[in-house]
């Protein structure tokens, strides 16, 4: 029988979670089989993925009827038919929930993106998702933005686990975990049990590579006469999301041996993972698993679409860079941090904070946009469902 790579991973104390949720997955059977036969630890979720899982699929139409006939406004049915998804795949992932100690088995949904900047619309709507969905294996999706920090560690001290996404720089990455430490040490001022309270720290990859290619693509066409320069061009190709990963992965362990986080960790509280994010690889030409095969590391989660899933429980390469005893996240550190350092280099000349920033507002419009998408939709299934 074949190996299926994905159960390899967790032997390195990586979990693998999945990038995509639909009512047609979980109705059948495919989420279960994932979760029990797969090694899936997890779901995330985002308004892309339920755009593409709601707009056009009959399997809704009933519940939208039923919100018409309620006289529930397009946004409610929305939500109603969201959170019903939540609820199923947080009850298929509730074995796995109690089976960790309360580290894996979590489904990810995200506040509406229109408030990415708006801390207290945050607050709120963190709080208001986590009552109504009412499980104790959900997570709450919040921007790495400057509001949203202050929102991520608000809904920590509130008993709210928390998943911080879009985070591109290593920066962004530090400042998020120190929001969910201050958010724990509010929390047990209070008095409060802090052992069950989970989060994770989504830096996202491939995003990084595709932005910073075709910077280097366009240097290139304008042509480049000297063959060193050209090298030195290419060379940074396909390579920055996974350095700057490497990198963010080491400013993880400073944080958790420091004396705020070990004071935490006597009380039971769990480390915040890292996850990597976007990690479908985009260019053809690169390896379908890149993102997973160099960033197999303890203490992180991956989460895959499921062509990557499917990819790499076919050909991961698990084993790379044990050999000296490393695992993959840990290997080619000061090279990870030479490539950075090299995009300052005249030649290449390309300025990553700028990077960093063009990303998280692109990050922000390309949630907005198909959940705008998604809402024009619902609107014209319930005039057609709409009784005469």
């Excluded at 209070?190 to 995003?207: H, N, T």
Aim: glycine share 6%; proline share 4%; aromatic share 6%.
């Amino acid at each position: 029988m074949a190996t299926n790579h994905l159960l390899e991973i967790k032997q390195y104390g990586q979990s693998i979670w999945m990038d995509n949720l639909s009512r047609d997955i979980i109705q059948s059977g495919e989420l279960r089989d994932l979760v029990e036969n797969q090694g899936i630890a997890g779901i995330t979720s985002n308004p892309a993925i339920f755009e593409k899982a709601i707009a056009g699929n009959v399997i809704y139409d009933a519940d939208i009827e039923a919100g018409v006939r309620a006289g529930l406004p397009t946004y409610k049915i929305y939500e109603s038919l969201i959170f019903a998804d939540i609820r199923s795949a947080c009850d298929i992932l509730r074995p796995v929930y109690e089976s960790s100690n309360y580290l894996d088995g979590y489904v990810s949904i995200e506040v509406p993106p229109t408030i990415a900047h708006d801390t207290q619309a945050t607050i709120a709507e963190a709080r208001r998702y986590f009552q109504e969905i009412g499980r104790e294996n959900l997570m709450i999706k919040i921007p790495g933005t400057e509001a949203g920090l202050p929102a991520v560690e608000q809904a920590i001290s509130e008993g709210i686990n928390v998943n911080i996404t879009l985070l591109f720089s290593v920066e962004s990455y530090v400042n998020t975990a120190w929001a969910y430490i201050r958010g724990l040490e509010k929390r047990l001022q209070e008095g409060k049990d802090i052992s069950k309270i989970a989060s994770v720290a989504s830096f996202f990859l491939s995003r990084i590579d595709n932005n910073i290619d075709a910077k280097i693509d366009a240097k290139l066409k304008k042509g480049v006469d000297d063959i060193n320069l050209e090298a030195k061009l290419r060379a940074v190709q396909g390579k920055v999301a996974i350095a700057n990963a490497k990198i963010a992965y080491q400013e993880y362990k400073k944080i958790i041996e420091s004396e705020r986080w070990q004071a935490l960790a006597a009380k039971g509280a769990k480390v915040q993972r890292l996850l990597w994010a976007s990690t479908s690889t985009k260019n053809p030409n690169y390896s379908d698993v890149m993102y997973v095969d160099e960033l197999i590391g303890k203490d992180t989660v991956n989460t895959l679409p499921p062509t990557t899933i499917k990819a790499c429980a076919d050909h991961c390469n698990v084993g790379v860079g044990e050999a000296d005893g490393r695992h993959p996240i840990e290997t080619d550190v000061d090279e990870a941090y030479k490539l950075i350092e090299n995009l300052k280099d005249p030649d290449i000349n390309i300025n990553l904070d700028t990077v960093m920033d063009e990303l998280l507002t692109e990050g922000i419009d390309k949630f907005i946009q198909p959940f705008q998408s998604l809402m024009n939709s619902l609107e014209e299934k319930i005039k057609v469902l709409s009784p005469v």
